[in-house]
């Protein structure tokens, strides 16, 4: 059975989550990182002391997005990370975007939802929610010519930034129509595995 290491208010953590979902991998997850702490066993397998860290009979894993592409390749079929390399790539290429977006997105979401009122910088928060709004606009774009991230079809390519745009809502960071975005969105929220993973209260 798969192993996850991680606590599952991580947007890393619950990306692999929801992706072991849609593979319908049965799994055990593990609290680790953030208020839960990690030991020098769990450091052991991962020497960031980050989460998330799979283990996969004797395959120890870590990196969020080398996990997607891990548990994919070996349980997908080609489902949701197709073999071929051009369809793959473009798909690919949204999940590598989705590191930027998360430096984007984070002094909104820290100011927020981590620190109180009186710790917030306002201008902070601007910036990030205008930079997300310009990063979502891209998005939006791409969208606009396809349904998925991924292509015709949901795939490896929507999951890393499907976790992100759910921040992205729930902290009210949109200030210019995105519909395409919002589509997708609503497809996404369709998922048993998104709702149930990704959908949690912001903490």
Request: charged share 20%; aromatic share 10%.
């Amino acid at each position: 059975m798969l192993t996850i290491w991680g606590r599952l208010n991580s947007h890393n953590v619950k990306k692999v989550v929801w992706l072991a979902e849609e593979l319908a991998l049965p799994y055990q997850r593990h609290d680790v990182g953030g208020a839960f702490g990690m030991d020098d066993a769990y450091r052991a397998k991962n020497p960031n002391a980050l989460v998330p860290t799979i283990e996969d009979g004797d395959v120890v894993l870590w990196e969020s997005n080398a996990i997607l592409r891990y548990l994919a390749a070996r349980y997908g079929n080609d489902a949701l990370w197709p073999a071929d390399p051009v369809q793959r790539a473009l798909a690919d290429r949204w999940m590598d975007w989705q590191f930027g977006y998360a430096e984007a997105q984070r002094p909104a979401f820290v100011g927020l939802v981590r620190q109180s009122s009186e710790q917030r910088d306002a201008d902070a928060i601007e910036r990030a929610t205008v930079a997300c709004g310009r990063m979502m606009a891209m998005l939006d774009t791409a969208l606009a010519t396809q349904p998925w991230l991924s292509g015709e079809a949901f795939g490896l390519g929507d999951v890393p930034m499907g976790v992100y745009a759910h921040t992205f809502f729930a902290l009210g960071l949109m200030r210019q129509p995105l519909p395409h975005v919002a589509d997708w969105y609503e497809r996404l929220k369709a998922r048993p595995g998104y709702a149930a993973n990704v959908m949690i209260p912001l903490t």
